[in-house]
């Protein structure tokens, strides 16, 4: 079976002290009722300031726009996925442009403030994606721009119809239409790309990995951070043992 | 870390060390050579570490190094040295066992740090569990217990072996991975022992508690680190059964909750800074007084010699009164007239007319009266002549002077400066330097495909 595995590790560096200033909140976890979804004020500190998947989808925010219909304010969005709004509780919602089925269950991490960038690859062809579809996404980049496609990969999640894609992919979205977005990776980030699920050796920052499985955003649960002497599986060791059953009662000596 | 950083934690903590009975930290140098000692007679000796200070047990809880044996002092010493490098003290090659005198264990906290070698499997920690069995006269057996032990898994998770009143239990904490690295701390109360991991990038610790009554985990005579007189595997205390390094140990004799063992772990791992008090000087200006200001100008010249030949004027040579014809003088009016050749003003009287004055007698007496007659005299003028000679005269060049006038320009307020000192005391605190690496973690297991 073939499948791309991308875990994006946070490495830190090798003060715990720093280490802690850049660690995030991930795998939070909000049932979605008529479309709309709470979310925890200690993490969404405002708009942008969330990683939302569905199914491990990945959603694009987009800042609502406003119209007032017989006093009333309706909020909503185009080309995005879902908006967020706060009210006079402080309590932040998540509205989705789709609709799903109540109980779904959307993951969300805490990520630096990134509006992200976002483009709609319309036409398919060789070349549409590197020289159209990408051009546009990083047009909307302010401050820092990357420097080539492979440096927009490095320093961007890249998202094609809600899966993350990588530059090797080029090809196969060249015969695709769709929506394209990306967000700013954050800082001392590695990004292993690899056909084998597990990966050693890499000192990472414990519960802050992610795991995208051929696009898809892979749970927590599914993964293990542990120190590389653990050896999971162990044979030729002896699966029964005799236990004596003799104790009548017991005292303190 | 340093003596030092954990007097600072016990003072700021509990105002006293009394509270640290034991510690040990193997990473500071300092304390591995002047604390390694040997304990035995003739051919007999083992290494033991002496309790150092500030621990207040320092008697009562030395540690045997239960595997450095040697036929001499020196030897066995040398052993405990060989155990011992830059990760801390090797508990594959030793245990340590520490006297529990005066140490309760149902009331105490132990936090230890340690670090796996290689592969994990499973070994004890900290081993204290003794159990006794007796057979009654019935010929049923009735079992009591001490202590308890604390160890990792072969999977590399923590647990916890005791006894209660239900017999053996092992308590496996699987929700907690472990690093290369690892802090924990234990502590016991007449209820519960309550196990905590040290997650230094959170800055917090995650707990787990075992109700277990005190009854069961009262103290046996030693406690071993690295091994236990009764684990699962293992019945011998000094076999090793944990494959790994000890960095410290710190017992307290006091049940203390995981967030304050999570801040004292914290301190002791933490340089230890102080600084001397200082005193600063504050300012504060006053008017002292006005300074005038005059204006500047021109207070006069200064002259000086220059050289050279000037031709600066004429000289009187000569003169001679020349006469000028006659001149008709009133009488009584004034005239130069030449007497003993020199011109001289007098007062001219008419010779022809003197004796004819009116009034005459008495009234001349009473008034002078003078006629209108008037004599022709003869008239002089002096006649000067100059001689044209020249010669060396000085010559001056002349500058000018600047100074103050007497005029004011202005006037300025001046300030002086006084003020005060304000006292800042000695201070000092410890600042957390923990390296990360060894805390995080390096091998991800996916479970997806395995679930």
């Known amino acids: 079976m073939s499948f791309k595995c991308n875990y994006l590790l946070s490495t830190g560096n090798s003060s715990i002290i720093d280490c802690r200033s850049i660690l ?6 909000s049932t979605v009722v008529k479309g709309e979804s709470f979310v925890s004020s200690d993490i969404s500190t405002g708009h942008f300031s969330l990683s939302l998947s569905l199914n491990g989808f990945t959603l694009f925010e987009e800042y609502p726009k406003k119209s007032v219909v017989n006093g009333m304010d309706f909020f909503y969005i185009n080309s995005g996925d879902f908006y967020m709004l706060k009210d006079e509780y402080n309590k932040n919602s998540i509205y989705l442009s789709e609709s799903i089925q109540d109980g779904s269950e959307i993951v969300y991490d805490q990520k ?5 960038s976002i483009a709609i690859q319309e036409n398919t062809g060789v070349g549409v994606w590197e020289n159209l579809t990408i051009p546009e996404l990083t047009g909307q ?34 015969q695709m239409t769709g929506i394209s977005f990306a967000y700013k990776k954050g800082i001392n980030l590695t990004e292993i790309k690899t056909n084998d699920f597990d990966i050693y050796g890499t000192g990472v920052l414990p519960n802050q990995s992610e795991l995208y499985i051929d696009g898809l955003k892979k749970e927590r649960k599914t993964f293990i951070e542990m120190n590389t002497g653990i050896v999971m599986i162990k044979v030729g060791i002896e699966s029964k043992k005799e236990i004596q059953e003799d104790i009548k009662t017991t005292f303190s000596l | 870390m340093s003596k030092e950083s954990i007097k600072y934690s016990l003072t700021s903590n509990f105002d006293s060390y009394n509270n640290l009975k034991f510690y040990f930290d193997f990473l500071d140098s300092g304390l591995n050579e002047n604390y390694i000692f040997a304990t035995g007679e003739n051919l007999s000796w083992t290494g033991a ?25 020196l030897s066995a010493s040398g052993e405990v040295s060989l155990s011992i490098n830059e990760s801390g003290f090797n508990l594959n090659e030793s245990n340590l066992m520490i006297n529990t005198e005066n140490l309760s264990l149902s009331d105490c906290s132990v936090l230890i740090d340690f670090e796996f ?29 001490k202590g308890y032990n604390v160890g990792i898994t072969d999977r590399g998770h923590l647990f916890l072996h005791g006894f209660s009143k239900n017999g053996d239990f092992v308590e496996v904490f699987c929700q907690q991975e472990l690093s290369k690295r690892n802090i924990i701390s234990f502590s016991s109360s007449p209820t519960s022992i309550n196990i905590s991991f040290l997650d230094f990038f959170k800055n917090e610790s995650i707990n787990y508690t075992k109700d277990v009554e005190g009854f069961y985990i009262s103290s046996p005579d030693y406690i071993y680190i690295g091994g236990s007189k009764n ?33 004292l772990q914290s301190e002791f791992l933490s340089n230890y800074e102080f600084e001397s008090g200082s005193s600063e000087f504050i300012e504060k200006p006053y008017f002292s007084g006005e300074f005038i200001t005059y ?41 130069e007239i030449l007497i003993n050749g020199e011109l001289i003003e007098v007062g001219v009287l008419s010779d022809s007319d003197s004796g004819s004055y009116n009034p005459t007698g008495q009234g001349a007496y009473d008034t002078l009266g003078l006629q209108n007659y008037s004599v022709d005299i003869s008239g002089y003028e002096d006649n000067l002549y100059f001689s044209g000679e020249s010669g060396y005269y000085p010559i001056y060049t002349c500058n000018p002077l600047t100074g103050e006038l007497t005029e004011i320009s202005g006037i300025e307020q001046v300030y002086g400066t006084t003020g005060f000192y304000i006292y800042e005391p000695n201070s000092s605190g410890v600042t957390l330097e ?9 091998y991800i297991y996916y479970n997806g495909e395995r679930l």
């Not at chain 2, 570490?49 to 036929?71: H, I, K, M, Q, W």
Request: glycine letters at 10%.
């Open chain 2, 231 to 263: 684990t699962f595997k293992e019945v011998n205390e000094t076999n090793t059964t944990f494959n790994g390094y000890l960095k410290s140990i710190y017992i307290l004799n006091k049940g203390l909750g995981h967030e304050k063992l999570f801040d």
């Open chain 2, 49 to 73: 570490l002496n309790n150092p200070s500030p621990a207040s047990g320092f008697e009562d809880c030395r540690a045997v190094v239960l595997g450095a044996y040697g036929t001499s002092e």
């Open chain 1, 24 to 29: 995030k909140d991930k795998n939070k976890k």
């Open chain 2, 434 to 442: 923990l390296n990360s690496e060894k805390f995080k973690k390096d």
């Open chain 2, 295 to 335: 204006m500047t100008g021109i207070t006069g010249y200064e002259c000086i010699v220059s050289s050279g030949q000037r031709q600066i004027g004429r000289t009187i040579s000569s003169h001679e009164y020349l006469p000028t014809g006659v001149l008709n003088i009133q009488e009584g009016g004034l005239a």
């Open chain 1, 141 to 174: 980049i302010y401050g820092s721009q990357p420097l080539d496609a492979e440096d927009f990969f490095d320093r961007w999640n890249v998202f094609f119809n809600k899966k993350k894609v990588n530059v090797e992919d080029s090809l196969e979205i060249d």
């Open chain 1, 112 to 116: 630096d403030i990134d509006s992200g």
């Open chain 2, 117 to 145: 070698i290689d592969e994990i499997s499973s070994g004890v920690l900290f081993g204290s569990l003794e159990k006794e069995e007796l057979e009654l006269p019935d010929l049923s057996y009735i079992t009591g217990s």
